[in-house]
């Protein structure tokens, strides 16, 4: 017994002795780990950017010092002796802030993330060496100036001196990549700036969504889904079989996002007259719509040299400010969206190397691409031209896969243009001093076509929508609706609209320009622009807000860019609510959704319901028709809705019949029915049954996402920029959402520059961007002005801050300045 008693005893002793050591071991590893984690992080922190003291660089030549003041944003103010010294300061800063970003710029561009991201991103790479874009680059730079070649050398010598001179940590980004940064050229700035002109003019997508669309659905049913703008008679649509010689061009599956512009995407500008503000000289404001990520697109800027300013937004990649101010005038963009993109139909000979013209067969011009893959062989592509452009189905496999054989589809592109001079056009704007110089400087402009608000100092306002836009012959009868057949005469551009024919305007006797993306010309205007114009929702809202005050001031205009009265809700909330009539067992819904003043705020019920009313009431409406291809089209379509839903002549109500069931006829009233019943039932589902809960900031929230983090689950969150906002589709303060998929409430896209200009007190005006100023995840500059942008502030930059009052003032030298 007294052994056994011993025995156990010293078990004990042994297994205390073996638990103490091991939580001895436990505790040095967690200790060792937070070791690790800190100096990891201490590490990291090396890689942000020097803001104070002095610089000095032995192989950079400068015209004198530059000095960068900072202020509690990070925004940077540069004072430089030359342009050049400027160009090279705003390279500098934009490589300090945003390195990673400038990586990427230049890497979409050239069509290089295979190197850095793997096969995933291989399609990317060959869709964008095929089309071209960084080879048209190159070809622009021999049809620059040389002041503004110059200007693109120095900003690439700013982003360059950074590199060289960093002695800390690459951003976090380069690191998980295993990459290091290269070199800026000029080039690579010409390049992201076809990026940009991509973004915003892609209606060739459109020309293959009718094509698609036709192999199931008749002409008129075409138009209809594709209705024409509110006013307008659609354009007719030839037969297929007729325009390509009997060849069958269907089910081409086509990726998404062939949609028409009917989303609610877009930009806002508009400016007023002296008549209309209280300071007696202009207010101009702008927020252009784009794709929401972290860091933004966008980098705000203010910039002396002698006696010339400029102040607003720049992009990091681009030497200039280009949504901004100086010490005269103002501007702000919107995009016009023209029809500037047609693709070809191409018949191709039997050697693949030759297609037919009118005049007969004709070469291709044809070179191979390598394209580097990160953990695999390169992959080399041969890229074939036409005389309309690069031939893009070689790209998409499976569009290739269901032309017929011996076609191919090329693309003929504006911007693809050899001597696009639009770089000069940037830098000769921020110079400008009144209208004729502005208007002058613009002539260099050739894509993407913009709707351009002006106002100065002087007191005039103005428009203009600068761009080469093509003429289409009479013969053309696909109006660019549809791809032309290549091979027939009639269907080649036939030059461009001369610069003094676009739309302009000069000091209206109205007093006030607004533009939203629509329809920004008269009827009798003598050129085709395009049939396909953003719907005027935005539009009507905005000018409905300036007629409604007498005199306006920066911050009435704040309070019209953060609107979010649903004007979408306005027009088809009441169709809907007739249709429904009345609900048994809903009826205190219906009645908060007939009393609800559609002001999509975040904390209502009454913006969800609305929304997933509209989602389901869509898919009851056409998903029948669409069959498999219905998720490719899924979407708000106002436009559509509210045409079949009123019974518009011409049939539109014939939509709301299932053609699925052959044995009865829906109507509208059914469909709207059961769209509601639908709707309450995924939102019962989803936020539980009290439906007085439900709150539209609970499920709509932007997202901006990281390039390319944000696709790893673990990173995401570290990196992104996410949280609930008001508005929804065609707010005056956009927020759409994608209203289909996973998260249908969320949205990805929105203002991402928000500034009003006070002529009256230029310093005075007034900016924000949605993320922050730092595109590194652990400078306090990385989302800091996330909030002020969803809460509706901004911030006042004005070109100097005195030294006392700065956050960091950094100089840079030259010692090859004083030799």
């Known amino acids: 017994m ?85 160009f090279f300061a705003l390279g500098f800063v934009h490589a300090q ?72 940590a690459w951003p976090p980004e380069f690191l998980l990549a295993g990459v290091t940064p290269e070199l800026w050229t000029p080039i690579d700035t010409i390049g992201w700036l076809k990026m940009m002109d991509l973004d915003l003019g892609g209606n060739y997508r459109r020309e293959l969504a009718r094509l698609d669309l036709l192999a199931i659905l008749s002409p008129t049913q075409v138009q209809q889904f594709f209705p024409p703008y509110p006013g307008e008679k659609p354009l007719p649509l030839p037969d297929p079989k007729k325009l390509y010689d009997g060849l069958v061009l269907a089910d081409l599956g086509i990726a998404p996002g062939a949609e028409p512009a009917e989303t609610g995407l877009g930009s806002n500008n508009w400016v007023v007259s002296g008549s209309r503000t209280k300071s007696g000289l202009p207010l101009l404001a702008n927020d252009p719509h784009l794709r929401l990520n972290t860091p933004s697109l966008w980098y705000l800027a203010a910039i002396r040299v002698g006696e010339r300013e400029v102040v607003g937004a720049s992009m990091p990649g681009v030497p200039f400010v280009i949504l901004g101010r100086n010490r005269d005038i103002a501007w702000g963009f919107t995009n016009t969206g023209p029809d500037v993109q047609d693709l070809y139909l191409e018949r191709i000979e039997a050697d693949g190397r030759s297609y037919l013209t009118p005049e ?47 076609t191919a589809l090329a693309l003929r592109w504006t911007a693809l243009a050899d001597d696009d001079t639009g770089t000069r056009a940037g830098l ?40 080469r836009v093509p003429i289409r012959g009479p013969a053309n009868d696909t109006h660019g609706l549809l791809p032309a057949p290549g091979w027939k005469p009639g269907y080649d551009w036939q030059g461009f ?51 409604a005050t007498p005199r306006h001031d920066t911050d009435s205009f704040g309070r019209i860019q953060m609107d979010v009265r649903s004007t979408v809700a306005d027009d088809l909330l009441p169709l809907f609510l007739d249709h429904l009539g009345d609900e048994p067992g809903h009826g ?53 809705l509210h045409l079949v839903l009123s019974n518009a002549p011409g049939g539109y109500a014939r939509w709301c019949d299932d053609v699925r069931t052959k044995d009865r006829v829906e109507d509208c009233d059914a469909v709207v029915r059961e769209g509601f019943r639908d709707a309450l039932e995924e939102l019962a589902a989803t936020n539980g049954k009290d439906w007085k809960k439900w709150q539209w900031g ?57 500034a009003i200009y006070d002529l009256a007190d230029p310093s005075r005006s007034r900016f924000v961007i ?35 009052q700065a956050a960091g003032i950094l100089r840079i030298e030259s010692v090859l300045t004083e030799n």
């Open 97 to 168: 802030d945003r390195l990673w970003q400038l990586e990427m710029n230049r890497r979409i561009a050239s069509g290089r993330l295979a190197e850095i991201l793997g096969r995933k991103a291989l399609p990317t790479d060959i869709f964008l060496r095929t089309l071209s874009t960084y080879d048209r680059a190159r070809a622009a730079w021999a049809h620059l100036d040389p002041e503004t070649r110059n200007m693109l050398k120095a900003y690439a010598d700013g982003i360059n001196a950074w590199i060289a001179h960093h002695r800390g």
């Open 698 to 754: 609970a499920k709509h929230k932007v997202v901006q996402e990281h390039r390319p983090f944000s696709a790893v689950a673990w990173l995401a969150p570290f990196f992104e920029t996410k949280g609930p906002t008001p508005g929804g589709t065609y707010t005056v303060n956009v927020a759409p959402p994608l209203f289909k998929g996973a998260h249908p409430y969320r949205h990805v896209h929105g203002p991402s520059y928000r």
């Open 428 to 467: 000769q704007v921020t110079k400008a001093r009144n209208f004729e110089e502005f208007t002058k400087a613009l002539q260099a402009f050739i894509a993407p076509e913009q709707n351009i608000v002006y106002a100065d100092r002087a007191g005039h306002i103005g428009y203009y929508a600068p761009a």
């Open 360 to 406: 007969g067969p004709a070469a291709m011009v044809m070179r191979s691409e390598k394209i580097a893959v990160k953990n695999g062989q390169p992959v080399t592509i041969t890229v074939r031209e036409t005389r309309h452009g690069p031939v893009i189905s070689d790209a998409i496999p499976q569009l290739a896969q269901r032309l017929p054989k011996g």
């Open 2 to 86: 007294i052994t056994e008693r011993r025995d156990r005893d010293s078990s004990r002793a042994m297994a205390g002795s073996w638990t103490k050591r091991i939580l001895t071991g436990v505790t040095v590893l967690a200790g060792l780990f937070v070791l690790v984690a800190i100096a990891a992080y201490a590490y990291l922190r090396t890689g942000l950017p020097q803001t104070d003291g002095t610089i000095r660089l032995s192989d950079v030549r400068l015209d004198g010092p530059i000095e960068i003041r900072r202020d509690d944003h990070g925004i940077p103010h540069i004072i430089a002796k030359s342009d050049s010294d400027a």
């Open 497 to 547: 609209i001369a610069y003094d024919e676009l739309p302009r305007r000069y000091d209206p006797p109205e007093g006030l320009v607004v533009t939203a993306n629509q329809k920004i010309i008269r009827d009798d205007y003598p050129h085709y622009l395009t049939s396909e114009w953003a719907l005027p929702y935005r539009a009507d809202r905005i000018r409905a807000l300036l007629e």
């Open 770 to 804: 949605p993320t922050g100023q730092s595109g590194h995840p652990l400078s306090r500059h990385y989302r800091d002005l996330f909030d002020l942008w969803r809460e509706g502030r901004y911030l006042e930059v004005p070109v100097d801050i005195p030294s006392q």
């Open 588 to 640: 205190e819904i219906v009645a908060a959704m007939r009393a609800w003043d559609r002001e999509m705020v975040t904390g209502r019920a009454e913006p969800l319901i609305f929304t997933a009313w509209h989602r389901h009431v869509a898919r009851r409406i056409y998903a029948d028709e669409l069959g498999k291809r219905f998720e490719r089209y899924y979407g708000a379509k106002p436009r559509f």
